[in-house]
């Protein structure tokens, strides 16, 4: 019954050292074409979550330039309420694509870089109230005002 019980106990260990110990890594293997279909790009502040609209003098108005963010995403809708995922676009860009996020209290930069393109995103976004944000994104770099709808 000892040798049973030592047997077993050696070949369920010997086991768990041959796997932990290998040296293949599928996220290795990954081509470069392909990004994981699990990949959280996006990660954007709760102060920032929720749909924002273009708004001049303070009044939202219908325009291409509405956002929104998510807890794992950032969504343009345009007028004619066409949403496009950020994320979306990247995993169908060549070679897909890397994010680098900022975060404070009041502020929430974006830096999407396009492996296949260069093409490279720079957004900014800083909290004003609970119901206004300021955007700019380069090259142009002049804030615009959002309001939460």
């Known amino acids: 019954m000892k040798k049973q ?13 041959t796997v932990n110990c290998s040296n293949s890594n599928d996220d290795d293997n990954i081509p470069t074409n392909q990004q994981p279909t699990t990949t959280q790009y996006f990660h954007p502040p709760t102060w920032i979550q929720g749909t ?3 708004a001049p003098f303070g009044t939202p108005m219908d325009s ?3 956002l929104k963010f998510t807890d794992s ?17 990247i995993k169908v860009s060549p ?10 209290n009041t502020e929430y930069n974006v830096t ?10 720079f957004f900014e976004f800083r909290k004003i109230s609970n119901t206004e944000i ?12 959002l309001v939460k709808d």
């Open 95 to 104: 070679n897909g694509g890397n994010v680098d996020e900022t975060t404070t």
């Open 52 to 54: 924002w609209k273009y």
């Open 5 to 17: 019980l030592f047997l077993a106990l050696s070949l369920t260990l010997l086991s768990l050292v």
């Open 64 to 66: 291409q330039l509405t």
């Open 112 to 121: 999407i870089k396009y492996n296949s393109t260069g093409v490279t995103d």
């Open 73 to 89: 995403d950032i969504i343009s809708i345009s007028s004619g309420g066409t949403q496009t995922s950020w994320t979306e676009k």
């Open 134 to 145: 300021q955007y700019r994104q380069a090259p142009v770099l002049n804030w615009t005002s």
